[in-house]
């Protein structure tokens, strides 16, 4: 089992920026792959951006490209985002999570590409 805990959401004003942190723990050298989801009230969980651990390819959803960067911690088993810019819109609560290589074949955006999600840290971008 892996586990991920999740770090860095709060309250912000719309242009302001916050980072988000997630670092995994237990049998983590399993992982190849590691991103971000989140979930607004009343919507279906979309993806945010994913980093594949080989070459350091790195995915983004539309809504979030140019705004978002997401990267690794070499020194650990954890990826961070950084949200630039934000907006009202992207207020919702953000799931870490993490995949393996028995998910390798699954597209990164969907939710089946991932074994592992944190309980979510929530964000909330004011007007």
């Known amino acids: 089992q892996v586990q991920l805990v999740e770090s860095g959401g709060g309250v912000v004003q719309a242009g302001d920026s916050l980072r988000l942190s997630c670092s995994a723990s237990?049998?983590?050298?399993?992982?190849?792959?590691m991103g971000w989801f989140r979930q607004a009230p009343g919507k279906e969980r979309e993806f945010v951006a994913s980093?594949?651990?080989?070459?350091?390819?790195?995915y983004y959803s539309d809504f979030v490209k140019g705004r978002f960067t997401i990267s690794r911690d070499n020194a650990k088993i954890a990826v961070l985002l950084q949200m630039n810019s934000l907006k009202p819109e992207d207020t919702a609560e953000y799931f870490c999570?993490?995949?393996?290589?028995?998910?390798?074949?699954?597209?990164?955006?969907?939710?089946?590409?991932?074994?592992?999600w944190g309980q979510g840290t929530q964000v909330t971008v004011s007007s």
């Open positions: 237990g049998r983590a050298r399993e992982i190849v792959k």
């Open positions: 980093i594949v651990w080989t070459r350091s390819n790195t």
């Open positions: 999570v993490a995949g393996t290589l028995s998910r390798r074949n699954i597209p990164i955006t969907t939710n089946d590409a991932y074994d592992y």
